[in-house]
């Protein structure tokens, strides 16, 4: 892993009452590097995420982003979450407002800047993900695919250090995953650090640096995409791995 | 001699008497005036008391959501006419004495604040979850989601119910004539018992649907115009 870590989890650990669903997880991810997770239903890839700009809160163990400890008692949530895109397999925009609307909110109310200058800055950002011409369109007037695009500019409006991915394309018709997953390619090329879950093998495979494979709360294996789809060790990984890739 | 015209005659006599009307008219005039600015009164303070109170209920403080609660289902529950009743003739007991117009605007205000404080709480609590996590995920505080993302989706959702419970709950304005409250009702049944005849109450009447059929007609409007296909 070339650098240093950008996000460090530390035995992180999660219950929901008594069920336990993180047990001790450990995982690092450098800079501008992109990790895929992947793992059966109920593994616990989404709390992982979640609990890394703490929409959930951990039960014990830490986070470092960019060194700062952000499972800190007093770390600055907003702050923090400013700091961390996220983008989530239903999209979340908000429908009362058009797609440059649903980018400004948070560079308006949260960074406050100035409309005109939140405006630019919306517009630059729907151009990357290649929806400038959608800027005045409402979420129910566009596509599934054109919705979740929208919902990454909105994350990469903020310039943040690293974005999220909680299976960005599962919710999408089959053609329109492409369109999805080229926005974050360039992303990946534009030199952006990644945390992805999602089972797009193909794409895994030729963009992933690293695939991480989770099971009953637990990291069981991880390493490059061909060794994880080509040759797993585990035999958990074996099963899930022929799973997907049927 | 035909019996069927003096039915007739007796019923316009009853009902339709014009110098009675004519004579009455003013003072019908001066109850509608009356009536629509106590049920402006009641929706405008009674709505934004109950946003106001389902916003601090979001918070989930449990002190004021409890205190809410209990303020909400008691409200709902007592017949308006009760506590209207009760305020006017028991407060005085205890050195508080409030006009008949004050006790009858302030009790429907808080029936009107009790009702839409829990439409307004459903709203809250239906908006998608995604919606809040969106909004904190990019660093907007638990105040400005609420006020940015989730009230203006809420509010829209709440449209119709509080539409109907809004013209239920003003119309109760008529309450306010047993505590001598000048209103359409109370110048008609005075205007009424004056002339021994029916016709005031049907320029009352006349008067109530004259105020309330736009506010329906409104209402519905609003309805159609609200119904969104959500995301
Ligand atoms: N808020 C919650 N309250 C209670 N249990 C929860 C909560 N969130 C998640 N869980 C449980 O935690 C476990 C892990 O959930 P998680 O969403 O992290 O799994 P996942 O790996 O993302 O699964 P999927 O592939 O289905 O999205 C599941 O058993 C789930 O039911
Ligand atoms: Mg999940």
New interface residues.
Partial sequence: MAGKPLLDVRALYKSFGKLEVLKGVDLAVAEKELVFVIGPSGSGKSTLLRCC?R?EEPSDGAIYVDGEEITAKLADL??I??G???V?Q???????MTAEGNVM??LR??LKQPKAEARERALAALERVGLSDKADSY??QLSGGQQQRV?IA??LA?EPKMVLFDEPTSALDPELVGSVLEVMRSLREAGMTMLVVSHEMRFARDAADRVVFMDGGNIVEQGPPEAIFGNPQHPRTRDFVSQIAR | MNPEITQWDRFLDSFFKLEVMAKYLPSIIDGFLLTCHLALLVVVTGLTLGLFLAIVRAYEFWLTSWLIAVFADVMRALPPLVFILLLYFGLPAVGISMSGYVVTWLTLALVLAAFSEEIFRAGILAT?K??W?????????FG?TLA??IM??AI?MTVPPLTNRTIAITKNTALGTVVGVGEILNAATTAQSFSGNASPLVMGALGYLILFVPVVIFGRWVETRFAW???
């Fill in positions: 700009n929409l907003n702050a979450r400013r961390i895109g996220m989530f239903s999209f979340n925009l908000y429908p009362h909110l948070a109310k949260v979420p129910n919902a909105r994350a903020l | 998608p995604g919606q996590e969106a909004a904190r995920s990019t660093g907007l505080n400005r940015y993302v203006p989706q829209r296909q959500k995301q």
